[in-house]
């Protein structure tokens, strides 16, 4: 190409499609972590209370049927609460002046459960359909590192027909092809149920403690938008 020209003058940007996920800290995690560790082990224990979702797609962990934010509980209440509304401030943060001004918004779960991960335990990539938001809370990570791709969350690019072609003008797309969450006690990651995520192989003496769960929102306004 012979002609090139260094000005910002002739050429503008625009930037679209942009996938987002929120990381919040829950300043009151202290007062319900062992309550929520003792609730998981109890689950476990308990040997009823196991899921038999996808057995193929994990390993060396223990994942509870779907139904955690509705034990009677009072440290799952608050995680319920946190997370929901975690969800409801997400909500409006994206959606701005879309939402009608005096909306009455409600969040649900609709499904929620704990993982307890051991060492050598895994979850392949998956996505989470019929919710619009997901969340993982972190109770207790263990040992998890991000930096040695230890157990953590790896997220995907979300956009299938990214990887139809590559050449020397498309590196930039591979360079974000996935990103891993490093975590912590108390954080709450929240993102779009479309993104296909993974929790990567993890090994270490502590157990990994999570729980997770999907969500739909709806506006229950009299008269407005359902």
Known sequence: ???????????????????????????????IKQGLADHCYALENSGQEE???????????FESKFNFFQHDN?????????????????????NGNLWLPNARVQVRA??????????????DVHAHPMCSWCGIYYIDPGETDAAKM????RFYEPRPNVVHFSDYATQYLYQEGSIDLPPKEGQLVIFPSYMRHAALPYSGQDDRIVVAFNTVTQCVTPGGAG
């Open 74 to 94: 009072e440290a799952i209440r608050q995680l319920r609460d946190y997370c929901l509304a975690s969800v409801h401030r997400v909500g409006a943060t994206v």
């Open 51 to 61: 899921s038999t979702v996808a057995p193929g797609a994990k390993g060396n962990m």
């Open 110 to 123: 609709m499904e929620s459960w704990c993982h307890i991960t051991r060492s050598g335990g895994y979850h």
């Open 150 to 153: 230890n157990g953590c969350n």
């Open 1 to 31: 190409m012979a002609f090139q020209s260094n000005s910002s003058e002739d050429m503008r940007t625009i930037t679209r499609w942009a996938t987002r996920i929120f990381v919040l800290d829950n300043p009151c995690h202290h007062e």
